[in-house]
């Protein structure tokens, strides 16, 4: 038997057909990829970080997107909805698009089975394509565990992990910081 050949669809395909669709879809090198949906931890972590974020950055020159806003990576051709995602002001938008943007500075992605190998490989390796992308953060949904990578000089990261509740993770790509307890504050982890 012959393998089905993949469809590979042009960027303006993925755009007419990705606003009229009631899901969100990755786009990756041509191909048109549904996102799963999340759980409510996930959803959880998400609302307790961007909570934490817009109090922090109140008055201060950014914008904070969670989960539907279009983010752009034209080095790698991939359309991506980053969980968590802090761009400086003025948003710096895809050439004639008003809906997709391509300058944040910090990305925090929830871990799930089925995506933490992606996060944590392909999609951190085309966020580091981004020329303001200084900080991400891989937040598990399971256990209390985060890990950070700064940015410190081209192509320098370091990596830093938490795991005591009490622990507080600063930012160095923004005015943040937020105790690990904190960002799991009405999260039930099944046993």
Known sequence: MQAEAKKIHTTEEYLDFEVNSDIRHEYINGEIIPMTGGTPEHNEIASILNAALRVSLKGKPYSIFVADQRLWIPERK???????????????????????????????????????????????????????????????????????????????????EYDDPESYISLSSIPFEIRLADIYESVEFEP
């Open 78 to 160: 991939l359309y991506t909805y980053p969980d968590v995602m802090v761009v400086p002001r003025p948003l710096e938008r895809q050439p004639g698009r008003t809906d997709t943007i391509t300058n944040p500075v910090m990305i925090a992605e929830v871990l799930s089975k089925s995506t933490k190998s992606y996060d944590r490989d392909e999609k951190f390796s085309a966020y580091r394509t981004i020329p303001t992308f200084q900080e991400y953060l891989l937040i598990d949904q399971y256990t209390a565990h985060v890990e950070q990578y700064s940015k410190t000089d081209s192509h320098k990261w370091i990596f830093t």
